[in-house]
């Protein structure tokens, strides 16, 4: 495969320092609670404000900060991504009654979980899309107590009004003024002011991704999120405007973000290169986008689109376009099985699925897609099985327990399965 435009190699910094942090910063809050997350709240954003949960009265004043037509915006969103969630979720069947042997009944139930912290970040931008994607699905799923959280905006007491507002529409039960890793601790642990949940979800930076790692076990968490990423797969047929415009909307999350194209047509990668310089001059947040395209863009020429696809599935994107002819592209989709979330041909931008289109935006990055999807309805459900057996079966199958044990030595489990017998034959 050729290079047109090669990126920099992310370094393999040393970590020791961020996980010692915030090592640091979860026992604080295990042992200080809310004392702990009040100074955090000081000390990194400037705010002072007692209470951590927003009152209600603080969620009705957001909404008559922002415009109505935001409002309608943001509503028009959630209802597509509210259709697709209970869509989704009428595809979780249970299993009743299967037998595999006569008398034995199997089956499986599928439970939400009782409680659920929706991570909304609130850094450079207020993401209140994100709120959408977490806390639609998991209400979706029945989770009990939908919680969500997110940082202050800097200096002040309050969460940005359009992600109080988003957080409301969602149906979030309770939102709390706090991000970080203190917040993904807060949580997990609990304190005073917050009790803790079942399930965290949401991206972060690297502060929050690795207080979600540090923290999974005593709660569980979705995935841990690296940066943002699109990989375009484009023949000679797509147009390279478009594709510069998708790879620049990657580029401004941040300078460690990731855009890839591979192409099987040396000109149109050219082309894309150009078209990215030309439409940086233009982009208000082109001081990010710029770094990122600079240091982690990539262009790659394939030999066909066999290798195309063979490099896709290796490198396991967060986001995945497949802008090709239409005579390939059915054949081309079914050969890629390594992605967050895939966008098929040139209509279907990237950014469609981050805000309105239905499906949801928080998604495996760094190659995790080769063994996860990204966070949907199923994210907050159990599928929890069960079994009963009738006497005869019971007589049926505890021989052929009995022996199993016995083999591993495990003779307690052996007893198990013979007393049963024994009781039944008096």
Same mark, same amino acid.
């Not at 008559?64 to 009428?90: G, L, S, T, W, Y």
């Not at 909304?120 to 709120?131: I, M, N, R």
């Given at each position: 495969?050729?290079?047109?435009?090669?990126?920099?190699?992310?370094?393999?910094?040393?970590?020791?320092?961020?996980?010692?942090?915030?090592? #640091?910063?979860?026992?604080?809050?295990? /042992?200080?609670?809310?004392?702990?997350?009040?100074?955090?709240?000081?000390?990194?954003?400037?705010?002072?404000?007692?209470?951590?949960?927003?009152?209600?009265?603080? &969620?009705?004043?957001?909404?008559?900060?922002?415009?109505?037509?935001?409002? /309608?915006?943001?509503?028009?969103?959630?209802?597509?991504?509210?259709?697709?969630?209970?869509?989704?979720?009428?595809? %979780? %069947?249970?299993?009743?009654?299967?037998?595999?042997?006569?008398? +034995? %009944?199997?089956? $499986?139930?599928? +439970?939400?979980?009782?409680? =659920?912290? =929706? !991570?909304?970040?609130?850094?450079?931008?207020?993401?209140?899309?994100?709120?959408?994607?977490?806390?639609?699905?998991?209400?979706?799923?029945?989770?009990?107590?939908?919680?969500? =959280?997110?940082?202050? &905006?800097?200096?002040?007491? $309050? &969460?940005?009004?359009? @992600?109080?507002?988003?957080?409301?529409?969602?149906?979030?039960?309770?939102?709390?003024?706090?991000?970080?890793?203190?917040?993904?601790?807060?949580?997990? !642990?609990?304190?005073?002011?917050?009790?803790?949940?079942?399930?965290?979800?949401?991206?972060?930076?690297?502060?929050?991704?690795?207080?979600?790692?540090?923290?999974?076990?005593?709660?569980?968490?979705?995935?841990?999120?690296?940066?943002?990423?699109?990989?375009?797969?484009?023949?000679?047929?797509?147009?390279?405007?478009?594709?510069?415009? #998708?790879?620049?909307?990657?580029?401004?999350?941040?300078?460690?973000?990731?855009?890839?194209?591979? @192409?099987?047509?040396?000109?149109?990668?050219?082309?894309?290169?150009?078209?990215?310089?030309?439409?940086?001059?233009?982009?208000?947040?082109?001081?990010?986008?710029?770094?990122?395209?600079?240091?982690?863009?990539?262009?790659?020429?394939?030999?066909?689109?066999?290798?195309?696809?063979?490099?896709?599935?290796?490198?396991?994107?967060?986001?995945?376009?497949?802008?090709?002819?239409?005579?390939?592209?059915?054949? @081309?989709?079914?050969?890629?099985?390594?992605?967050?979330?895939?966008?098929?041909?040139?209509? @279907?931008?990237?950014?469609?699925?981050?805000?309105?289109?239905?499906?949801?935006?928080?998604?495996?990055?760094?190659?995790?897609?080769?063994?996860?999807?990204?966070?949907?309805?199923?994210?907050?459900?159990?599928?929890?099985?069960?079994?009963?057996?009738?006497?005869?079966?019971?007589?049926? &199958?505890?021989?052929?327990?009995?022996?199993?044990?016995?083999?591993?030595?495990?003779?307690? $489990?052996?007893?198990?399965?013979?007393?049963? %017998?024994?009781?039944?034959?008096?």
């Amino acid at each position: 495969m050729k290079i047109l435009k090669a990126s920099k190699e992310r370094t393999k910094e040393d970590r020791s320092a961020l996980r010692k942090t915030v090592g #640091d910063i979860i026992e604080n809050v295990i /042992e200080n609670g809310d004392a702990a997350l009040l100074e955090y709240n000081h000390r990194f954003d400037g705010c002072d404000r007692a209470s951590l949960r927003i009152s209600k009265e603080e &969620i009705e004043a957001a909404y008559k900060e922002v415009p109505e037509e935001d409002i /309608e915006d943001i509503k028009k969103a959630a209802a597509n991504i509210k259709a697709f969630a209970q869509a989704q979720r009428k595809t %979780m %069947m249970e299993l009743k009654d299967f037998s595999p042997a006569k008398g +034995i %009944m199997l089956g $499986h139930r599928i +439970i939400p979980v009782d409680s =659920c912290c =929706c !991570y909304v970040p609130g850094g450079g931008y207020p993401l209140y899309s994100t709120a959408l994607m977490l806390g639609i699905p998991a209400k979706a799923a029945g989770v009990k107590r939908v919680t969500a =959280c997110s940082p202050v &905006i800097k200096g002040t007491e $309050h &969460i940005h009004p359009k @992600t109080l507002v988003a957080m409301d529409i969602a149906g979030i039960d309770e939102i709390y003024a706090v991000g970080g890793a203190q917040a993904i601790a807060a949580f997990s !642990y609990g304190t005073d002011q917050i009790q803790p949940v079942n399930l965290i979800v949401g991206p972060g930076n690297s502060f929050v991704s690795e207080a979600k790692r540090q923290c999974y076990g005593k709660v569980g968490i979705d995935f841990v999120a690296g940066p943002s990423e699109v990989l375009v797969i484009a023949d000679s047929n797509a147009d390279p405007d478009i594709v510069a415009a #998708d790879l620049l909307a990657q580029s401004e999350h941040d300078k460690e973000a990731k855009g890839i194209v591979v @192409t099987t047509d040396e000109g149109f990668g050219q082309a894309v290169i150009k078209a990215v310089e030309e439409q940086l001059e233009q982009l208000d947040t082109r001081e990010i986008a710029l770094r990122s395209w600079a240091d982690f863009g990539e262009v790659l020429l394939a030999d066909d689109l066999e290798e195309a696809i063979a490099y896709a599935n290796s490198y396991a994107p967060e986001h995945l376009e497949v802008n090709v002819a239409e005579t390939q592209l059915e054949q @081309t989709v079914g050969a890629l099985h390594n992605y967050g979330s895939l966008f098929i041909g040139g209509n @279907t931008a990237e950014v469609f699925g981050d805000y309105a289109s239905g499906t949801n935006h928080t998604l495996p990055t760094l190659g995790a897609a080769r063994y996860t999807g990204g966070v949907w309805v199923g994210t907050f459900l159990k599928t929890c099985t069960y079994q009963s057996m009738s006497p005869q079966a019971m007589m049926d &199958i505890a021989p052929l327990v009995s022996n199993l044990a016995r083999g591993e030595g495990l003779i307690g $489990h052996a007893r198990a399965a013979e007393i049963r %017998m024994e009781k039944n034959k008096k």
